[in-house]
């Protein structure tokens, strides 16, 4: 078992948002491909020139008929104008229609921050590209049943990251709940929900399946995840992400 800390409140990062958004769309059978091509036409650079943070975007490979995008913002403040500034401007207004036509629901939205200043996405960033990338980001949401506190923190970077590290799997970004009252209520976020995730990125899919055999076979591993799911609300819940020809983490 943790001994539980007072919450801190760490300072986050600005570089590639101090405020997040991991979005994760449910949508109609076949229309994955029909809405990244529009919005990675349409909706990557109109909303960074409103003053977005685009990090990337997904197919989750475990769910056919989901997409999944992260956005960030410099803070709450900026969020609500550059929200306003896009959803009220034109490029939104010709194009939601056959957006929102691909969807049955994209209300599935975690507001998030960079654990601390050096656990955001910006270092891990890279230039798009037109080119297909092979690789793969995993994503892992720890569901908790009060705020991350210092005693959790501890125990991710002192001994689940170490064990990670051991099979080869080393996180690129922690996050977690951002608590701050949603300044944008046209689009929900998840509220009453405390989460804790981390990010690791492979190059392929078979450095993947490599890392994820090597985690199974680990008996240490083993050890800390029944320690951990003894202090988790809910199951680990795990995101495996192919990245977009246009996502700028891939």
Known sequence: M???LPVSAPAPAASSGAVLELRRYTLKPGQRDTLITLFDREFVETQEAVGMHLVGQFRDLDRPDHFVWIRGFPDMRAR????QAFYGGPVWA??????NATMIDSDNVLL???VSAEDGFATQLVPRSSAPSASRVVAFIYSLDAPVDDTFRAFFDTELAPALAEAGV???AHLETEAAENTFPRLPVRTGEHVFLWFARFDDA???HAAESRLARSERWT???TRLEDVLAAPPERLVLEPTVRSRLR
């Open 112 to 114: 998030l921050r960079p």
């Open 94 to 99: 010709e194009h939601r229609e056959a957006a």
């Open 223 to 225: 050890s800390l995840r």
């Open 2 to 4: 943790l001994t539980t």
């Open 206 to 208: 078979a450095a993947w």
């Open 170 to 172: 080393r996180p690129i």
């Open 80 to 83: 609500a104008e550059s929200l």
